[in-house]
């Protein structure tokens, strides 16, 4: 696509997103004081509770019921790893009562698969579900995937960061007593001095996770990376030569593939990065732009790059679309994936009232 070509679609796309319902997104209308206390009550004098809210959720037959087996799945788990920071805010995403109140949002207004997150936010998702249905009202969980992020310890700006060992649900154990769906797992690769090691450590770490994976059924989502030293920061390279050879390893990794999905970011010729593998793969959207047009531009070309391009995992494009709303931003990106909009139309249908 052209550069021109492009800049016309990004600008027909944001006039047809326009602004939902007239104004900015208002997240404190979410989630109440009074459902915060509550939740903070049932961690401090009933855990049981989370438990029990956990293993009584409905769940689904089949990861996708979109007769073509697509998936739009919301990402959360951007804090366990110290992501904070939102555009020039390096904690834009550390007020929690916010970020549940996005979450919601985008649980109670879109038609997204499901939400993929460390524990500490599926429970606090789970838990806010059951005490609202409990109330009487309505509640936004259904019978949405519930993916659990598991290694979470490669921390933000650390000294050792690409050491992203299993720190969050440990074992494919801990995702079946949880009573989820599946698991993500993050390897980010550098062929540079001693991050080369810790990257090959966590990936050797990460094969056995899932062969453990396999052993009980559960599909894994791998995340996989090529970064890069940039004044001092782990950055996304944007080599396209190292991209095509991550998606070869990350495509071998454990002792079955079977269950394996694969979370790669867009970048251009995403046609290569398809013929890269036979594994299903889902888009990553990475940092928060405050352009939701370009993102729905971008997912709009890479679902047409491969067959076995199959929908998106994306977080924070979603949750902080700028002034938009992040359901209607939701909304948009399930047009795309589950229904084969174009870009434009995506858009469209989504600015209308949910």
């Not at 004098?45 to 409905?58: D, G, I, K, M, W």
Request: proline content about 6%.
């Amino acid at each position: 696509m052209t550069e021109d070509r492009l800049a016309k679609e990004i600008h027909s796309t944001t006039e047809a997103l326009g602004r939902p319902g007239g104004g900015g997104f208002d997240p404190s209308s979410l989630v109440s004081a009074d459902e915060l206390a509550a939740l903070a009550a049932v961690r401090a004098t009933r855990p049981e509770y989370v438990r029990n809210a956990l293993a009584a959720r409905p769940r689904r037959q089949r990861l996708s019921d979109n007769p073509r087996g697509r998936l739009v799945i919301l990402a959360a788990d951007h804090p366990g790893r110290m992501m904070t920071a939102l555009g020039a805010d390096p904690v834009g995403l550390a007020n929690r009562a916010d970020y549940l109140a996005r979450i919601v949002r985008v649980l109670a207004a879109s038609p997204v698969d499901g939400l993929m997150a460390t524990p500490d936010v599926i429970e606090d998702v789970v838990v806010l579900d059951a005490l609202r249905r409990k109330e009487g009202q309505a509640g936004f969980l259904g019978r949405r995937l519930l993916i659990g992020s598991m290694n979470r310890s490669g921390l933000a700006g650390a000294a050792h960061e690409l050491w992203d060992m299993p720190s969050a649900y440990l074992h494919a154990g801990d995702l079946v007593a949880a009573n989820l769906d599946g698991g993500k797992i993050l390897w980010r690769y550098t062929a540079e001095g001693e991050a080369n090691r810790e990257a090959l450590e966590t990936m050797a770490a990460l094969a056995e996770l899932l062969g453990e994976l396999a052993a009980v059924d559960l599909p894994v989502f791998i995340e996989a990376l090529a970064v890069e030293l940039k004044d001092g920061r782990w950055a996304v390279s944007r080599s396209q030569a190292e991209w095509l050879r991550l998606v070869g390893a990350a495509s071998s990794l454990g002792p079955t593939t079977a269950r394996s999905w694969l979370k790669i970011p867009f970048l251009r010729p995403y046609e290569r990065i398809a013929a890269a593998t036979t594994l299903p793969i889902l888009m990553l959207g990475g940092p928060a732009t405050g352009n939701p047009a370009a993102l729905l531009v971008d997912f709009a070309e890479g679902l047409r790059s491969g067959r076995n391009v199959y929908g998106a995992l994306v977080g924070r494009n979603i949750l902080y679309p700028g002034s938009h709303d992040p359901a209607a931003m939701a909304r948009a990106v399930c047009h795309l994936v589950h229904d084969g909009a174009a870009a434009e139309e995506a858009a469209r249908r989504a600015a209308q009232p949910a």
